[in-house]
């Protein structure tokens, strides 16, 4: 496998890590307890996939599991995951205002987050970009 593989396959797994946190930050919103099965039944996917993702996100200090098979968000995660959260309801919602359908707002705003660093991304919620036309790109 080549750089630029590798460096794809990193970029999806970041992806990944994003959309299981974000996830986990939503159903904690309206839960107390999440469990895997939770967070499978949420995200659509394979109880074995989210026990596998878990893991990992155990692993590298996102998330913790408490004696009753419970899922919570460490300090770490908890910052990913909103982080990640405010990243796509910004782009989704200012699709859907482009006049952009929502589900594929929805969908283009998640992978526009993952794109940006955070640092791009506050500087543009800040207001930080030039329309179009002060541009000259027209």
Same mark, same amino acid.
């Given at each position: 496998?080549?750089?630029?593989?590798?460096?794809?396959?990193?970029?999806?797994?970041?992806?990944?890590?994003?959309?299981?946190?974000?996830?986990?930050?939503?159903?904690?919103?309206?839960?107390?307890?999440?469990?895997?099965?939770?967070?499978?039944?949420?995200?659509?996917? $394979? &109880?074995?996939?989210?026990?596998?993702?878990?893991? +990992?996100? *155990? %692993?590298?200090?996102?998330?913790? /599991?408490?004696?009753?098979?419970?899922?919570?968000?460490?300090?770490?995660?908890?910052?990913?995951?909103?982080?990640?959260?405010?990243?796509?309801?910004?782009?989704?919602?200012?699709?859907?205002?482009?006049?952009?359908?929502?589900?594929?707002?929805?969908?283009?705003? $998640? &992978?526009?987050?993952?794109?940006?660093?955070?640092? +791009?991304? *506050? %500087?543009?919620?800040?207001?930080? /970009?030039?329309?179009?036309?002060?541009?000259?790109?027209?």
């Amino acid at each position: 496998m080549n750089d630029t593989q590798k460096n794809r396959m990193n970029q999806i797994r970041q992806e990944s890590r994003e959309d299981y946190l974000e996830a986990l930050f939503l159903l904690l919103k309206e839960q107390n307890e999440i469990r895997s099965s939770d967070l499978a039944s949420f995200m659509g996917f $394979s &109880r074995a996939s989210v026990s596998q993702a878990v893991l +990992s996100l *155990e %692993r590298d200090g996102f998330l913790l /599991m408490d004696e009753k098979y419970c899922l919570h968000l460490t300090e770490q995660g908890s910052l990913k995951a909103e982080i990640t959260h405010r990243k796509h309801i910004f782009f989704e919602k200012n699709l859907v205002l482009a006049g952009v359908a929502p589900v594929l707002a929805d969908r283009e705003g $998640s &992978r526009m987050g993952h794109a940006l660093s955070n640092e +791009s991304f *506050e %500087r543009i919620a800040a207001g930080g /970009m030039q329309k179009e036309e002060e541009l000259k790109l027209i």
